[in-house]
């Protein structure tokens, strides 16, 4: 019988775009005959518990438009809903696969995932060849002289600056091989429907945020109402944009966009080095503080009705675009942790459950950074008021009026704690805390 010629495959995942991806260029360019693969994983579906969910229907937009881009090249994208074990299982039997390409993931169960897939596949023949292209420095490649991991930002943005001068971003041109795709017949794919989910159409940002916009960054970058940001981090999270492209740009911008991007690289680094920390403080003596977790105020929290204009405006921002500002991030986190004494990891958990750009290193990062207890964090007797905030931030109230339209009048409800008490009562609470565990 005649054997099916043999096949490469290429796996998508977090890099959903045909352009500068550096996988795909390799696997096209050094080997040939790729089919391209997309898997809607079950494990990771099933954890989320809102069938509204726009993540899901971003990504089913963007693997759509891919499977049309490759289809109008004679190839496809074969497109799965299941578990990857489950599905390269299935592929192994249904084709002879020579390669298996993919870009590497560094978060803790995709690695783990990644290398279960590896183990099975190798032990049937097929090799596995694996690449950097979600960054542009990977966690061990920024280092101290002692070899061990900043915890602290600025000397570690020195130092990937300086080797970003030495090595440059690299440039994969994986669009101009794309002739080097497999040949097939167009796959099927499974509808959002079938697996769970339904179409909520809340509308996603451009990525293409325009020039001026990046060269004025540092001057509006503050201001919740402006659009004064690049909005691309739901595009960074799925690869629907190049980060080589994006610090190429910045470094001829803006150097305060650059330091942004370099601080999502510092927080993966951060969660690669230091995995404890998705359950627990990086600095181990704040786990002792007595959280009062009032699940009264936390509701308020979450719904954008403290009484606090800032800070529930952003929840509502949140609750209404899956988006909200970095500023009020901070204020709403640093409200939640401090004034009200929730502990971060419900404020965390809330923010992943609803935020678009949801990025486990970020997130946790910027909860660690607001409750105090992150590597380089806001000291945690430094407490936002979220008043002042508004007056300096959004002092015309065009931020709060957007998102609160009964502002100003007696539906709107008064402050849910005393800014004053609240504060004085976290600073005893911290400070008993942290001195109870030096002691
Ligand atoms: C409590 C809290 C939670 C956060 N959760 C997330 C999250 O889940 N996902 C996420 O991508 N960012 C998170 N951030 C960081 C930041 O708020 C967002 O990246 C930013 O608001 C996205 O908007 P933008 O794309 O317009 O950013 P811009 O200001 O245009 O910045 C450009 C890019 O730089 C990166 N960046 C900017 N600020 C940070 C930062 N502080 N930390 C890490 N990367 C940064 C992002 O990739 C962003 O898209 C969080 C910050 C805080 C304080």
């Known amino acids: 019988m005649e054997q099916p010629s043999v096949i490469n495959i290429f796996w998508f995942r977090r890099d959903l775009r045909l352009f500068d991806n550096h996988g795909l260029f390799r696997a096209l360019k050094e080997a040939g005959n790729i089919l391209p693969l997309f898997i809607f994983d079950t494990n990771i579906l099933k954890r989320l518990d809102n069938f509204r969910d726009a993540r899901v229907e971003f990504i089913y937009r963007e693997v759509e438009h891919l499977k049309r881009e490759l289809e109008k090249m004679h190839s496809t994208l074969l497109v799965y809903y299941g578990e990857p074990e489950d599905v390269f299982s299935k592929l192994s039997d249904s084709y002879r696969v020579g390669v298996l390409f993919f870009n590497r993931d560094y978060e803790p169960y995709a690695r783990k995932r990644d290398e279960k897939i590896s183990f099975f596949l190798k032990g049937k023949g097929v090799q596995v060849r694996t690449f950097k292209d979600q960054v542009i420095f990977e966690p061990g490649e920024i280092l101290k002289t002692d070899g061990k991991p900043y915890v602290v930002y600025t000397p570690y943005m020195r130092k990937w600056m300086e080797r970003l001068a030495e090595t440059g971003t690299g440039n994969y041109p994986s669009e101009k091989y794309l002739k080097r795709l497999a040949s097939h017949r167009p796959a099927g794919m499974p509808s959002l429907r079938e697996m769970g989910f339904t179409a909520v159409s809340l509308g996603f940002p451009s990525r293409e945020p325009c020039e001026s916009l990046i060269r004025q960054y540092h001057l509006y970058r503050d201001y919740p109402a402006m ?30 966009f650059l330091e942004e991007l370099i601080w999502r690289e510092f927080y993966q680094m951060i969660l690669w080095h230091f995995p404890g920390v998705v359950d627990h403080a990086f600095r181990p003596e704040y786990d002792m503080i ?16 403290t009484g606090y204009p800032l800070v529930d405006a952003g929840m509502r921002q949140l ?11 901070m204020i709403t986190a640093g409200f939640l942790t ?3 004494l929730i502990d971060w990891r419900w404020g965390e958990a809330w923010f992943a459950g609803h935020l678009l750009d949801y990025e486990l290193s970020s997130n946790n990062g910027g909860w660690q950074w607001a409750a105090g207890s992150g590597c380089d964090a806001a000291p945690w007797f430094r407490i936002f008021n979220p ?13 709060v009026k957007k998102w609160i339209p009964e502002f100003g009048t007696e539906s709107y409800p008064g402050p849910l704690v005393d800014y004053r008490k609240a504060r004085e009562r976290a600073i005893q609470v911290y400070r008993q805390a942290l001195a109870e565990r030096k002691g």
């Open 338 to 340: 401090k004034l009200l």
């Open 290 to 305: 007595p959280w009062r977790n009032d699940e009264r105020e936390f509701d308020a929290w979450c719904r954008g009705t």
């Open 319 to 329: 609750l209404a675009t899956g988006f909200m500002h970095n500023r009020v991030r």
């Open 227 to 256: 659009e004064g940001t690049s909005r691309l981090s739901i595009h960074f999270r799925f690869g629907t944009v190049s980060i080589r492209q994006w610090v190429e740009r910045a470094a001829a911008w803006n150097g305060k």
């Open 387 to 399: 008043f002042l905030q508004q007056k300096k931030f959004d002092s015309g109230n065009e931020y």
